[in-house]
């Protein structure tokens, strides 16, 4: 007995009540949460937030470059977003007398601004439930198969229809799991300019290692501008283009955050899965992640050893370095939480309690099995997870195979081919050559490739391991003796021999490209992933798919008859969200509580002129210690620079505003805490906090630090 009600306990605190800061909302359906988000002190309608007949916040937030949020600050098109984001364009525009990662940039005129030819920001316009003409045709008796055909052609015939209605771009995206289908009608702004960017070392301050810890003290952000021809279009960029006015921009709040503030964020959350049945999160958070994690610290630990030696390495392994390990912490995190916070436990109390309440109707018949099933069809998966996940975490980390794959083509010419298309594959590769021996170090590539071979042989079993392998456990006498052989043989880890290689050119030599080690390589575990593990994986990824989607259409039931008035919120799929919380301080752990906002006073704590992630320009010092911080200084006289707040968020949000009571600025999301990315599975309100960068740093920055007023003039502030 006790037993049952401590089970429907955790069942009921994981699942029957969504807590009031669990969920990212889709902005069209926000009417169901606009009592609850009054109750926790907003000021404003959702009508304010997201409204199709009048102008509304949802004007001003967009889709930026594909990957993060922006969002408008001015009636001239202006835009915020992370450091992080707009981190590739700063680079791009950056040279060596120019050199804006290091030194900042900012355009002091319209003309100063910076065109970035590719980056487009994309804002929605509207959105339709059309889930009943995508599931035209579709019947009980559908299987999986004819299913997804009728779903593909539905999809394309709205799409065709629509447009021929619209000059808007249009989208149909899946929500709850493949159970509903909203059309989204998106302007896409194709002329993007760079305005501003602190240096990196505001911009990035903490950098890798501070990256997803709290407390933090980055100032994330970057400007941009929209612009559109004359007519008001968006268009691809052109000298005549002009700042676009738009229907909305967000005031901006200079009243700072107090403790229990409520607080909302407008964005593009990528990608979630809060309604896994156990063993998924448990595959997961202990067979997958686990194996990153080691390959992945194993890896990084060889690029640190040399990038502490020579700080030309150092540059060259920076961004590598920050990619493998952005994953690598965050998913160190997500096993500890998911370890603390029992997360498979409360997903097994739940499985079970779904079972049991497909058990008390006929008509829930189609739930019965659903966990039995998916215990089954996970179990299949594993093996062919984890072949996928040693591919790409050990043998694809060998930069010399990945880098053959370009000349993949050239190996291909004949003397038949003709001499335009071979001029064209040896323009690109050279291009790839380029960016590839531009921050590429052999020693490290050696001493990497050495070790997650090793890794490789030894963690997967022969009939899972491509040829490649084997060979090398048959014929040599160990690891290191096949790497050092590879490396002395491929001419792909010296740019002498490629530039040759390339220069003098001939089809007689595609048969030595085609024999190259480091190609063959490539080659041989490609062939084996395509031969041997995509298609499995691609047949159980269908199943688990149906699976998931009936799950999901059985957990919407079970919750609406426990709670009618409060939906379920659907797992992040790159679409419009709003999610909302209340600014607060957490306890990770015994003994240890975190208050909610970090100063400038803990970035000249952290100064360390000899670490590069810790250095503090004498500007900053300067104006830290002269205390000249303007109207942008909190009510306690220091400047703020950070805060934490319970918001449900993940990637994607990057760059997000974060909004106050009365929908006015208070800052721009760019993490999350450590303890909490466990978020993305289930959802833990204690130690689930998102981290934003306070609008008063970024205005003291743009407007103290930099002395581009001009651009502070533009924005509306509310002192
Ligand atoms: N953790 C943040 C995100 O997932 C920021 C990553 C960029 N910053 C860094 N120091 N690598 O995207
Ligand atoms: N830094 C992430 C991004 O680029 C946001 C952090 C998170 O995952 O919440 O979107």
Redesign the pocket.
Known sequence: MKKIFLSLFIVMSVFMNVRADEGMWIPMLLQNNEKEMQEMGMNITVEDIYSINNSSMKDAVVLFGG??TGEIVSDKGLLFT?H??GFDWIQHHSTVEHDYLTDGFWAMSFEEELPCPGLTAVMLKKMEDVTDRVLAGVEKSTTTEERAEIVKNNIAKIIEETSATTDYELEIKSFYHGNKYYMIYNEVFKDVRMVGTPPSNIGKFGGDTDNWVWPRHTGDFSIFRIYVSPEGKAVEYNEDNVPYKPAYHFPISLKGVEEGDFTFVFGYP?RTNEYLPSVAVNQEANVIYPVSVDLRGKILDIYNKYQEKDPKVRIQYASKHAHLGNGWK?WMGVIEGINNFKGVEKKHAFDKAFTKWANYSRSRGAYLELIKDFNRVYAEYEPYRLATTYLSETALQIEVLTFAANFNALAQVTKDTPQEQIDALVAEAREAAKVFFKDYYQPIDQEVAAMVLQEYINNQPADFRPELLNTIVEKYDNVQAYVDELFAKTMFASEENVNNLLDNFKASKAKKIAKDPALMAYKNVMDFYFTNVRPNVAKISNEISELQRIFMRGQMEFHAEQNPDKMMYPDANFSLRVTYGKVGGFSPRDAVHYKHYTTLDGIMQKENPEIYDYVVTDRLRELYETKDYGRYADKDGSMHVAFIAGNH??????GSPILNADGHLLGL????TWEG?MSDLIYDPSICK?ISVDVRYVLFIIDKYAGATCLIDEMTIVE
């Open positions: 990957g993060c992370n992080h984001c990528a965050k968020t993940t990637g994607g949000n990057s999301n760019f993490d999350r990315t998102n």
